[in-house]
């Protein structure tokens, strides 16, 4: 969706702020987010794109004027009101006002280790041969949907050329809307500056999407 967290080429925002050796979290209360949005994830009572979706969907002013993890807060705070598990009186007043709605799992002190080794493998069987092949020259589909996408903005309807093909991973434009998994071959596409951003652009700068097939085309 062409929502506030797709920036990629937007004027206005000024550079990048790179904070020398920072730290993982800049106050206690950003590693609780962390800890709650991985706890919560844990549950299965969503998935990582629709979590990814909540976040994104946020109003702009709101997505534009939050921090990093207040942007996971309030992405948490919508899936567990949208799947029932708390209601957003609950949420206003800081405390449960009826018994707790069942969830699949409970993520548990001692299996954290094990969980982040193992992460979230998106890597699926597919029987379907891959369309294209490294060295492939390739257009990115102009598109615009309303749900989520993986395809940023700026690197729609543009030229490049496939670097890699990573198998096929599970689709999260469907996935993030409860359509299953869907999966499709992932490749990554290398686009020049100048295709993305015009003659204005360092003619020496090369930007890498990682792009499925369904949004690319022949070129």
């Not at 706890?39 to 921090?67: C, F, I, K, Q, V």
């Not at 029987?127 to 990115?140: L, N």
């Not at 030229?159 to 359509?179: K, M, R, S």
């Not at 869907?182 to 360092?202: K, M, N, V």
Request: net charge negative; glycine share 10%.
């Amino acid at each position: 969706m062409n929502g506030a967290q797709d920036l990629g080429g937007m004027m206005g925002f000024g550079p990048i702020q790179v904070e020398k050796d920072e730290p993982w979290f800049h106050a206690e209360w950003e590693r609780r987010a962390f800890g709650l949005t991985l706890a919560m994830g844990a549950t299965g009572s969503w998935n990582l794109d629709m979590s990814r979706h909540a976040r994104e969907s946020l109003p702009p002013p709101e997505y534009l004027t939050s921090s990093y993890y207040e942007i996971w807060t309030k992405g948490v705070e919508k899936l567990v009101v949208a799947g029932g598990l708390v209601s957003s009186e609950e949420l206003t007043r800081g405390r449960a006002l009826a018994e707790p709605a069942p969830i699949k799992r409970v993520l548990k002190a001692e299996d954290v280790p094990a969980m982040l080794a193992r992460g979230g493998p998106a890597e699926r069987p597919i029987e379907k041969p891959a369309r294209f092949a490294v060295g492939d020259r390739v257009r990115t589909r102009n598109m615009h949907p309303q749900g989520h996408t993986r395809l940023p903005r700026y690197a729609r309807g543009k030229i490049g050329i496939v670097e890699l093909v990573h198998h096929a991973h599970v689709f999260p434009d469907a996935n993030a809307h409860g359509q299953g998994e869907q999966p499709q071959w992932l490749y990554t596409i290398c686009f020049l500056g100048r295709e993305l951003w015009g003659e204005q652009a360092d003619p020496t700068i090369s930007v890498s999407v990682d792009a499925w097939e369904s949004y690319l085309e022949p070129a």
